[in-house]
């Protein structure tokens, strides 16, 4: 197993099972985790926002990224309906690639996306690459598609870039370590130095609005 390093954490026990060490300081929470408690919080989160959509028409947007992995992992272990095996790849990669005949996946064209029944996009982006997008999608007043949009769903938004790391050491998947730090990470990165829940915040604010949009669109 691949050991994720965590200084802050030494050998403090895990505030959930209390008696595995924990291997990752949450700073959000203020929970020390161990990774079998945090494998299961992500499983069951990634269950109770996908369950309601298994009969639904949906695909899963491959990145080349470990919140792919990690998410093709979880379907595959807890869904067994076809419908939740479909995936559309966004680059030519040799992992994911092994990873999608690993666990079954079906790839679709584009041609997919294009139908007259729209499926819901399942975005395996983690809260880092969730975060940074969005602000990236905000500053260019391109809001319609993560503001509007009920068919966008990101069910690993909430867990940090170094939890999916931990999930995939723990499983012994392959990690792909994120690309180069953009002007919008950075901008979150300087604001986490004073604020560490700032991209929750973020994304709450964010939902929020999403929230009253949709209920000013049904009012009209």
């Known amino acids: 197993m691949r050991k994720i390093k965590n200084q802050e954490v030494n050998s403090k026990i895990c505030v ?63 869904f067994k309906e076809i419908e939740m095996r479909k995936i559309y790849m966004l680059t030519d990669d040799e992992i994911l690639k092994w990873v999608k005949k690993r ?35 905000i500053m260019k007043l391109n809001l319609k598609h993560f503001l509007i949009s009920n068919r966008a769903i990101f069910p690993l938004s909430k867990f940090e870039n170094k939890q999916l790391e931990a999930y995939a ?23 986490e130095e004073k604020t560490p829940t700032i991209r929750y915040q973020f994304l709450s604010f964010v939902n929020s609005i999403k929230n009253l949009t949709n209920d000013h669109n049904e009012i009209l």
């Open 16 to 78: 959930i099972c209390k008696k595995r060490n924990a291997v990752l300081y949450l700073k959000a929470s203020g929970e020390n985790i161990c990774y079998r408690c945090l494998t299961r919080r992500i499983e069951r989160r990634i269950f109770r926002i996908l369950k309601k959509r298994i009969k639904e028409n949906s695909i899963i947007i491959g990145f080349r990224n470990t919140s792919t992995i990690v998410l093709l992992h979880i379907l595959a272990k807890r």
């Open 103 to 137: 666990y079954g996946f079906k790839e679709v064209s584009s041609k997919f996306l294009e139908k007259d029944r729209k499926p819901f996009l399942i975005i395996p982006f983690s809260l880092e690459e969730f975060s940074a997008t969005l602000l990236n999608s």
């Open 169 to 191: 050491a723990y499983y012994k998947l392959p990690i792909i370590p994120l690309e180069e730090k953009n002007s919008y990470n950075e901008f979150f990165c300087k604001m």
